[in-house]
Nanobody, 124 residues
């Protein structure tokens, strides 16, 4: 089981940027595929970004395309989510999680070892 700790959330004005980090424990991070989800108040948790199983291709929700960038630093056991041009509707708790398998990368059921989440609030 991998332990995940998110950080980097905060309050930002619309149009601003934030970079979220997800630090993972364990010595096999380079073989792990991570993803980001978010959950806004009163809404279901939704997919934001992840990597393809090949590791090279990045996959995004339509709401994140062109604005968010997922990346990883294997030496630091860390996955990042760079969020640009933030909008009030991006306000949510953001979670990272480990993909455990399967092709349905947008589904929470394909992820385990969730972090505790980090709050992102975008003011208008």
């Amino acid at each position: 089981q991998v332990q995940l700790v998110e950080s980097g959330g905060g309050l930002v004005q619309a149009g601003g940027s934030l970079r979220l980090s997800c630090a993972a424990s364990g010595r096999t991070f380079s073989t792990v595929i991570m993803g980001w989800f978010r959950q806004a108040p009163g809404k279901e948790r939704e997919f934001v970004a992840t990597f393809a199983w090949s590791g090279g291709t990045t996959l995004y929700a339509d709401s994140a395309k062109g604005r968010f960038i997922i990346s990883r630093d294997n030496a630091k056991n860390t996955v990042y989510l760079q969020m640009n041009s933030l909008k009030p509707e991006d306000t949510a708790v953001y979670y990272c999680a480990r993909r455990k398998g399967g092709p349905y990368y947008r589904s929470m059921s394909e992820y385990d070892s969730w972090g505790q989440g980090t709050q992102v609030t975008v003011s208008s």
